[in-house]
C-alpha cells in the first residue's frame, strides 16, 4: 500500500470518457469523491484507509429508491424536494442555483492551525459554478498527514454586479449508508452542559441547533458521532464522528428521507441571518472535522484529542498549572489579606497558580454583585489599595503565579462604560435594550471595530502593564437577547449574529498575536463555549459552574467525547456543593477532579487541617502522573449512563508504559452488584504493578504491589471494594478509585 496521504485515481468508465475519483487519505482512513467538471460533485466512500487494489475495485454506492450522493447539493434548480446544503437569491430575483463542477485540483498544504502549529496535508479544491451566474462556491476538503481528521468547508464569491443573498449556507454534506446507525449527541442546561442522548436514525429529520447567539455549548452541541452497526460501544465498532468548528449560531441537520442514506449537514444557523453579499465579497464557512474509527466511541475520541493537541488547543505540549481559583470560595468579597491567604494556602498544598476571580475592579460604581461595574476594568481602590501590584508581590512571596478574570464582552447598565458608550452595546433599534444577568447585563456589540479595540485593550492593559499575570479567565455570561446592531447598516441587520463571531475571532488573533505566551480559559457560564471554534486560541476551558462531583462525573463523561483532559478545567470544591448542595466526601471530590486539568475552588481556610494535608498528598500524587492524564490516550471503560451506578475510564501512555485507572461508585444501595471493569490499551505482553493514589483505606488493596500482564488485565481486569475500609467515623457512602500501573 503507498504511504501517501492523497492518491487521485482515474477509473475508466469507457472508451473516450472516464470518471474520476478522487481519494483523500489520512493515516487510517480514506475519503472517495467522485469529480468531473460538469456534474456536481458526487460521495463514493468514506471509512477505513483503502489500499490501492481496495480502491482500483472500489464499487459504486447504490443509488436505489432515489438517492442522491451529492456532497454540496444547491437549492431550486434540480434539488427541491430534498435538503440541500446552500440556496441564494440572485440579483434578478431567482431562487435557483445549481453547482457544477467547473475545474478541481489537489495539493500538498503546509500552512499554519488555527493555534500556531504548523501541520501539513493535501487539500482538494472543487470549484463550483452557476451555467447562468458568475458567482464561485468553492468546496474544500483537507486531509492530515499526521492525524485521523478531514476538514470540510466552502467560500462563496460574488463575482456579479450586484448584491446576492445568501438564505442558506452550510459547510458541508455528508451522506451516510442506512442501516442500524445510531446518533450519539450531547444536550445540556447551565450546570448541566454535556449530558449523552443515543439516539437510533429513523426516517424523517432530527435537527440540533443553538441560538444564544454568543454561547453556543451550553444547551445542544453540535458535535455528533454516527455509530454504523448498531448502539454505540466505547471500544468496538465502526464511528464517524463529525465536529463543526465554529463559536456561533449553528443548525446539524440529520435528514433520512426514502432513500438509501442518511443526509448530515451542518454550519451556520441560517435563521435571521440571511447574508446580503456584495460586489467582490467572499463569505468563508466554518470547518467540519470529521474522523473514522473502528475502535468505538472512545477510538474516534481519541482521533479527536490528538488533533486537538497537537492542531487545535494552545500550549497542549505543556503541562498545565494546578491552580486554586477564587470565586466559590469568596465570591465578590476579594481583598488583599484575603487573597493573600488564599495563595498562602495553596502553595502549601502543593499548588502551582492563583486565580483571583470576578469582583476586583471599580470605578465609579463598585461590582459587589453581578449588576454593575462590567466594562470598568480598574482595581477597586477600596479592596485592592494596592492594585495589581501588591497581589502580583504576594504571589511571588508566596512562590505561586497569578492569573485575573476578565469578562471583555460585557458591560451593564450601571457601568462608566455604558454612560460613555450606549451606542455600543448590541440592542434593536427604536426599543429599549434587553438586560441579563443581575438585571443590568448587556452585550457589547463585536461587530463594531472600536468595539473590537476596547476588548483588546482590556487585556493589552493588563498584560502590557504586569506581564507577570499568567493567566486569564475570560468569561462570558449573557446571550444575545435582542436582535439589533448599532454599527451594522439597516440593510444588513441579519449579518449581527455573524459578523459578532468573526469580531470575537480577529480579537483572539489580535490578543494571541501580542500575546502567545499567557495562559488563557476560554469560560461562557461555565462550558458555553466548549468548541473548536475558539479553542485554538485558549489553552484550556471551564467544563461547567457545577462543580459537583456526582454530576461531573456525567458532564466530563460527555465532554471528554471531543476534548482531551489537558483542556478540561475539573476543580475540587466545597461541601454542600453550591449548585446542587451534594455533600460528597473529599477523596471522590479529589478522585473526580483528577480525571482532567486539576484545580481546586473552594475557601482553604474552612477546611480542616486533615483535609488541606489529604490534598496536598492529592497534589503531589497528581504531579506524578499529570503527563499521563494530559498527553495520554482515553479509554472510557464502563459508561455511567449504563444505569448500573458505575463509571470508569483510564488514560494510558501512547508507549503503553503507564496507565491511570479511574474508578467511581456513583450510588450505594444495599445488596449492590457491580461489573468488574476490563482494561483498554495496554501491551498485552508487558508486566504492570498495581498502585493505589489518594489512598484512605486502613489496608492497601490486595492488588496493591502485584504485577499482572496487559493481557489479563484487559481480559479480566482488577476487583474494586465497593467501599472504603476507614475507622467507622469517617464511613460515608462514596467510593472511588485511582490506580496507577506501570510497566516493569
Not at 273 to 290: C, D, N
Not at 293 to 303: D, E, I, V
Not at 718 to 723: D, I, Q, R, V
Amino acid at each position: 500500500m503507498k504511504k501517501l496521504t492523497t492518491i487521485l485515481a482515474f477509473l475508466c468508465a469507457s472508451a473516450g470518457s472516464y470518471a474520476e475519483n478522487v481519494v483523500l487519505s489520512t493515516p487510517g482512513s480514506t475519503l472517495v469523491l467522485d469529480v468531473n467538471k460538469g456534474a456536481e460533485p458526487m460521495f463514493v466512500y468514506y471509512g477505513a484507509r483503502l489500499s490501492d487494489t481496495e480502491l482500483a475495485n472500489l464499487p459504486k454506492p447504490t443509488t436505489a429508491n432515489w438517492s442522491h450522493l451529492e456532497v454540496y447539493p444547491s437549492y431550486g434548480a434540480t434539488h427541491t424536494m430534498s435538503e440541500t446544503a446552500f440556496a441564494m437569491r440572485h440579483a434578478d430575483g431567482n431562487m435557483s442555483t445549481q453547482l457544477l463542477c467547473d475545474d478541481f485540483k489537489t495539493e500538498p498544504v503546509s500552512d499554519i492551525a488555527p493555534n500556531g502549529k504548523p501541520r501539513k496535508g493535501t487539500k482538494l479544491t472543487i470549484k463550483l459554478k452557476d451555467p447562468l451566474y458568475p458567482d464561485i462556491v468553492n468546496l474544500y476538503y483537507q486531509a492530515y498527514d499526521d492525524v485521523d481528521m478531514i476538514e470540510c468547508w466552502t467560500d462563496v464569491t460574488n463575482n456579479g454586479k450586484q448584491t446576492v443573498t445568501l438564505t442558506q449556507f452550510y459547510s458541508t454534506c455528508m451522506p451516510i449508508r442506512r442501516g442500524n446507525v445510531h446518533l450519539t449527541h450531547f444536550h445540556g442546561s447551565w450546570a448541566s452542559e454535556a449530558q449523552l442522548v443515543e439516539t437510533k436514525l429513523t426516517n424523517g429529520m432530527l435537527r440540533i441547533k443553538n441560538k444564544d447567539g454568543l454561547r453556543n455549548a451550553t444547551t445542544d452541541r453540535s458535535d455528533v458521532m454516527f455509530s454504523l452497526d448498531g448502539p454505540a460501544q466505547e471500544n468496538t465498532g465502526d464511528i464517524i464522528g463529525a465536529v463543526l468548528c465554529y463559536s456561533g449560531n449553528y443548525s446539524v441537520t440529520i435528514d433520512t428521507d426514502d432513500t438509501e442514506y442518511h443526509y448530515y449537514f451542518a454550519g451556520i444557523n441560517p435563521d435571521n441571518s440571511e447574508y446580503h453579499l456584495k460586489k467582490g465579497e467572499t463569505l468563508t464557512t466554518p470547518r467540519v472535522a470529521y474522523t473514522f474509527s473502528n475502535k468505538g466511541l472512545s477510538g474516534a475520541s481519541r482521533n479527536y484529542h490528538d488533533w486537538a493537541r497537537k492542531y487545535m488547543l494552545r500550549h497542549a505540549d505543556q503541562e498545565r498549572m494546578i491552580l486554586l481559583n477564587s470565586w466559590e470560595g469568596v465570591y465578590f468579597n476579594i481583598n488583599h489579606e484575603v487573597m493573600d491567604q488564599m495563595m498562602a494556602d495553596i502553595a502549601m498544598m502543593g499548588g502551582e497558580l492563583f486565580v483571583m476571580d470576578d469582583g476586583w475592579f471599580a470605578t465609579k460604581y463598585q461590582r459587589n454583585t453581578d449588576n454593575a461595574a462590567l466594562g470598568d476594568w480598574v482595581p477597586d481602590p477600596k479592596k485592592l489599595p494596592g492594585g495589581i501590584d501588591k497581589l502580583l508581590a504576594d504571589a511571588r512571596k508566596n512562590g505561586v503565579k497569578f492569573g485575573i478574570w476578565v469578562e471583555p464582552e460585557m458591560t451593564n447598565s450601571i457601568a462608566e462604560l455604558y454612560e460613555n458608550h450606549p451606542d455600543w452595546v448590541i440592542k434593536a433599534p427604536g426599543r429599549e435594550p434587553v438586560k441579563g444577568r443581575g438585571g443590568t447585563q448587556l452585550v457589547l456589540d463585536l461587530a463594531n471595530p472600536k468595539v473590537q479595540d476596547f476588548a483588546f485593550s482590556v487585556f493589552d492593559n493588563l498584560l502590557s502593564k504586569y506581564p507577570q499575570i499568567a493567566y486569564i479567565k475570560w468569561d462570558a455570561n449573557a446571550p444575545i437577547m435582542n436582535h439589533g446592531s448599532q454599527y451594522l447598516p439597516k440593510e444588513d441587520q441579519s449579518h449581527l449574529y455573524i459578523a459578532y463571531h468573526e469580531g470575537l475571532i480577529k480579537l483572539c488573533q489580535r490578543i494571541r498575536q501580542k500575546y502567545p505566551d499567557v495562559v488563557i480559559q476560554d469560560c461562557a457560564s461555565g462550558g458555553g463555549r466548549a468548541n473548536y471554534g475558539l479553542l485554538p486560541y485558549f489553552d484550556e476551558f471551564w467544563v461547567s459552574d457545577n462543580t459537583d462531583a456526582l454530576q461531573r462525573i456525567y458532564m466530563q463523561w460527555g465532554t471528554s467525547y471531543f476534548f482531551p483532559a489537558i483542556a478540561m478545567a475539573q476543580h475540587i470544591s466545597a461541601v454542600p456543593n453550591h449548585a446542587v448542595f451534594r455533600t460528597t466526601s473529599m477523596k471522590f471530590r479529589c478522585d473526580v477532579a483528577m480525571s482532567g486539568r486539576l484545580g481546586m475552588e473552594i475557601q482553604p481556610k474552612n477546611m480542616t487541617d486533615e483535609e488541606k494535608t489529604f490534598c496536598q498528598k492529592v497534589i503531589s500524587d497528581y504531579k506524578t502522573v499529570r503527563p499521563v492524564i494530559q498527553f495520554g490516550d482515553l479509554y472510557r471503560l464502563h459508561s455511567p449512563y449504563e444505569g448500573d451506578n458505575l463509571a470508569s475510564l483510564m488514560y494510558v501512555t501512547q508507549d503503553k508504559a503507564k496507565a491511570v485507572y479511574f474508578w467511581y461508585k456513583l450510588e450505594t444501595m444495599k445488596d449492590e452488584h457491580f461489573p468488574r471493569v476490563k482494561m483498554q490499551g495496554l501491551d498485552p505482553n508487558k508486566k504492570y504493578v498495581v498502585h493505589e493514589l489518594n489512598r484512605i483505606d486502613n489496608k492497601p488493596l490486595d492488588c496493591e504491589g502485584k504485577s499482572y500482564t496487559g493481557a489479563y488485565l484487559m481480559a479480566n481486569g482488577l476487583e474494586m471494594p465497593y467501599s472504603h475500609d476507614v475507622d467507622y467515623a469517617k464511613l460515608n457512602d462514596w467510593s472511588s478509585r485511582v490506580i496507577t500501573l506501570t510497566a516493569e
